[in-house]
């Protein structure tokens, strides 16, 4: 492949390649959750391990191939354009999207078919462009809403040229531009986010422009353009959540839009409340409480019933159906929004706690069921990760803190749940190393729990560091967009966003949980604090400091041994990966720990045995005492 010369077949076969990858992993992955012996999941995974490493070197042959033509300064050719425009359609109508590599991709297309004049063309790349910077941003790399911003704007620019484009899906790409600036953009948080006044703004925008004569006279008739309008006020009800904030013009407008939409879903469905999208039934009520019709107690008991007679008319999971996105947001949206709005109630607080804590399990319930009946997603692992960051702040106590998270984040990301532990296990052996040769190094971190009032004992410590383990990569699941994506190497936005999961992790540890919030966050910086990330985070006066050491050992032991979940990089023995210590000891290592492997043999034995001979039955044994616990 190295040797061929990149042309439009050959993209062709590229693409094809790529898909069919995502196809076979698919399948193994949905194999691998229905394995029913040890021998048939072992057997799968290595399957699946072998194929992640093929599919990894393929790609990189031919990602060099397609970046020396793609992302040179030579100019594109008319086939090579045609051929990438064509394949990435095809690729981005799958669930699972490369965004990174498809930026990349729609900026070069961009370019080619501006400077061409080619609307045709150009109109459909600035839509995906856009939405894929907007895909970026909610994985945090938020320099690139601006972007997206600028993508929607520059579609709007053309609109004088609408009735002289000929086919009616490139013309209704101008209101897809609006209902990205007026449905999508306004509700993420960045500090450039769109003012629900200005999304009110471009809602006005299109509603003129929609009745304007340019469009009136070619597509006065056409349904699908008319089901953009409808979809763009329907959705324009998705800033519900920051209307409370808004402007009285953009509060009234709300009320208007909310009453129109849910008087027109009540003819649609003949009364049928049930019927009803979710969206709509919560921008109503809320509409209500704006208006004065109704309070938020009131609000809560008619969402609440509504809630509890529409869970009693549906159908119980199953392991042969797929995640029905209307259902999916009715059983989480609406729990948490009444959750919210228990928040503004200042009477009866006990009912309120009460009925809080009765939509926490339903909702934990809801995620576990699931995972039970393997229903799986990256819509579901981003939904269950938010969940966790908006729920911790209402549960009392830390023990039940500490285990919400294990049950509902560690136990439930397959992205990082075997390395938290592998890693988890390798803390305590190294830990329990430490209190027979150096217990004077954990003088610090037993201090630290008892000012926390925990106890301190030896078993207290090597519990305390386990979880410290079991915590410290919980970032990673905020990105798993990213992080699972380990079939071809990653660029460098791609890597700063990874860079960034420390800090993410770190944003849920507060308050009771600020125990963990040092190693969480620490983890990855050098022993001698020179380097590593985040940059502007020094370690070196935190009591926890030698728990962030010994997870920075742990993670590389990890990581530079593993031979079946990591594609990207040849596995190492132990005996290479703890020379490597030794010789970064002082620097990268704390050089009291990695000694610990040259005094303490039963140590290196069992490190030595965990990461390398046992490792793929290790993750057998996890997965069926942790991954499963609560499915079965």
């Known amino acids: 492949m190295k040797k061929e010369i990149l042309n439009p077949a050959l993209i062709r076969a590229v693409y094809n390649s790529y898909r069919n990858q995502r196809r076979i992993l698919n399948e193994l992955n949905s194999k691998l ?23 990894y070197n393929v790609n990189t042959e031919t990602g060099a191939l397609v970046n020396n033509v793609l992302f040179s300064d030579s100019k594109l050719t008319y086939d090579f354009a045609e051929a990438f425009y064509h394949e990435d359609s095809i690729t981005n109508s799958d669930g699972e999207k490369d965004v990174f590599f498809s930026v990349k991709l729609l900026e070069r297309l961009a370019g080619y078919y501006r400077e061409k004049h080619d609307l045709l063309r150009l109109l459909p790349v600035l839509d995906k462009l856009g939405s894929m910077y907007i895909s970026t941003v909610k994985l945090f790399y938020e320099e690139n809403y601006l972007k997206g911003l600028g993508c929607f704007k520059e579609i709007l620019e053309y609109k004088s040229n609408y009735n002289l484009i000929p086919d009616v899906s490139v013309r209704s790409i101008f209101f897809d531009a609006y209902y990205n600036l007026c449905c999508v953009l306004p509700i993420i948080d960045t500090k450039d986010t769109i003012s629900a006044s200005a999304s009110l703004d471009y809602l006005l925008e299109v509603l003129t422009f929609y009745n304007s004569p340019l469009v009136q006279k070619i597509d006065s008739g056409v349904e699908d353009i008319r089901l953009c309008i409808q979809r763009i006020k329907e959705n324009w009800l998705w800033i519900e959540y920051r209307i409370d904030s808004a402007d009285l013009d953009t509060r009234m407008a709300f009320i208007k839009v909310a009453h129109d939409v849910y008087e027109e879903s009540i003819h649609k469905t003949n009364h049928d409340l049930l019927k009803i999208p979710v969206s709509t039934i919560l921008s109503y009520q809320h509409a209500l409480i704006l208006e004065g019709s109704t309070s938020y107690i009131d609000a809560v008991n008619y969402l609440t019933d509504f809630y509890y007679k529409k869970k009693a008319a549906e159908q119980p999971l199953s392991e042969t159906q797929s995640l029905n996105l209307d259902d999916f947001y009715f059983e989480t949206r609406i729990p ?5 709005w228990l928040d503004k109630i200042d009477i009866l607080s006990d009912m309120c706690e009460s009925m809080r804590k009765k939509l926490m399990d339903e909702l934990n319930s809801y995620y576990i069921s699931l995972s039970k009946n393997r229903i799986y997603s990256h819509i579901i692992f981003e939904s269950v990760c938010d969940w966790c960051f908006f729920a911790i702040k209402y549960i009392n106590g830390i023990n039940e803190k500490e285990n919400f998270l294990i049950d509902m984040l560690v136990n439930r990301q397959p992205q990082t749940f075997f390395d938290a532990y592998l890693t988890s296990d390798l803390a305590a052996l190294i830990t329990e190393s430490l209190y027979m ?3 004077v190094l954990l003088a610090s971190v037993e201090n630290y729990l008892k000012s926390y009032g925990r106890p301190a004992g030896r078993l207290d410590v090597i519990r305390f560091v386990r979880k410290c383990a079991l915590f410290h990569d919980v970032g990673l699941n905020r990105i798993s967009r990213i992080h699972g994506i380990q079939y071809r190497e990653l660029n460098e936005d791609e890597l700063t966003i990874i860079h960034k999961h420390t800090l993410l992790g770190a944003s849920l540890f507060t308050g009771d949980l600020a125990i963990y919030h040092d190693p969480v966050i620490g983890h990855h910086k050098f022993y001698d604090q020179s380097d590593g990330y985040p940059e502007d985070i020094d370690m070196s006066n935190s009591p926890l400091r030698i728990v962030c050491d010994i997870l920075a050992i742990c993670d590389t032991l990890n990581s530079g041994t593993d031979y079946i979940g990591r594609c990207y990089k040849e596995p190492k023995d132990f005996s290479i990966i703890l020379s490597e210590l030794i010789t970064l000891s002082g620097t990268r290592y704390n050089i009291n720990i990695v000694n610990l492997f040259l005094d303490d043999m039963d140590l290196s034995c069992k490190v030595d045995s965990l990461v390398s001979n046992d490792r793929i039955k290790t993750y057998r044994d996890y997965h069926v005492r942790y991954f499963n616990k609560s499915t079965k």
């Open 437 to 439: 040769q150096k217990p």
């Open 33 to 55: 959750s229905h394995a029913s012996s040890e021998d048939e999941w072992i057997s799968v995974y290595k399957e699946r391990s072998d194929t992640l490493k093929v599919a």
């Open 336 to 340: 948490i929004t009444l959750i919210k």
